[in-house]
T-cell receptor, first 114, second 117 residues
Framework: AQSVSQHNHHVILSEAASLELGCNYSYGGTVNLFWYVQYPGQHLQLLLKYFSGDPLVKGIKGFEAEFIKSKFSFNLRKPSVQWSDTAEYFCAVNRPDSWGKLQFGSGTQVVVTP | GAVVSQHPSRVICKSGTSVKIECRSLDFQATTMFWYRQFPKQSLMLMATSNEGSKATYEQGVEKDKFLINHASLTLSTLTVTSAHPEDSSFYIC?????????????FGAGSRLTVL
């Protein structure tokens, strides 16, 4: 069965530090990849997505992610975090023929301290 | 951009009662909507796909008689938790895509937190 793994459940870091969140998936075929963010008390918002093309994807709020097919990975990065980046981050995967049926990772709670 | 609205945002009910949750696409039409469920400190799990004008399709392990889905119009899908029990307490989230926009991404509602006493 297809699965999505996020390695870190909780991350605490200071403002201006760099952030990298790992995401691996198990499905061997073509996939669409997403990172969503959920700020406290708010709904899920799309940070970025990868369907095809350049494996380095830039999203909103200074986030980027790199798709490495050989490693089945789609790690999220931000060079310098802000306090407002405190949120829960979810990696998600779906097959192109099942675009609405997302398989989510377990999420990573990121806390940025001033 | 596309907005998905859910109502109610929170509901508390007694065991054995039924609860209806609405999901509306506010500024776009959606022939398909998706219902997810999120347990505390866990990830979102797809429950079912709501299809306008036809029956919903349920993921494996989801009881269709427990979770009734009706997609009566292009902007409204409802999830009814029938004869709710404490184990049904969860966060229910719907999502939809603005199909006319061509963007192949889902917009999520803010979720509905159900607590069954």
């Amino acid at each position: 069965a297809q699965s999505v793994s996020q390695h870190n459940h909780h991350v605490i870091l200071s403002e201006a530090a760099s952030l990298e969140l790992g995401c691996n998936y198990s499905y061997g075929g073509t996939v669409n990849l997403f990172w969503y963010v959920q700020y406290p008390g708010q709904h899920l918002q799309l940070l970025l997505k990868y369907f095809s093309g350049d494996p380095l994807v830039k999203g909103i709020k200074g986030f980027e992610a790199e798709f490495i097919k050989s490693k089945f990975s789609f790690n999220l990065r931000k060079p310098s975090v802000q306090w407002s980046d405190t949120a829960e981050y979810f990696c998600a995967v779906n097959r192109p023929d099942s675009w609405g049926k997302l398989q989510f990772g377990s999420g990573t709670q990121v806390v940025v301290t001033p | 951009g596309a907005v998905v609205s859910q109502h109610p945002s929170r509901v508390i009910c007694k065991s054995g009662t039924s609860v209806k949750i609405e999901c509306r696409s506010l500024d776009f039409q959606a022939t398909t909507m998706f219902w997810y469920r999120q347990f505390p400190k866990q990830s979102l799990m797809l429950m079912a796909t709501s299809n306008e004008g036809s029956k919903a399709t349920y993921e494996q392990g989801v009881e269709k008689d427990k979770f009734l889905i009706n997609h009566a119009s292009l902007t409204l899908s409802t999830l009814t938790v029938t004869s709710a029990h404490p184990e049904d307490s969860s966060f229910y989230i719907c999502s939809a895509r603005d199909e006319l926009s061509g963007a192949n991404v889902l917009t999520f509602g803010a979720g509905s937190r159900l607590t069954v006493l």
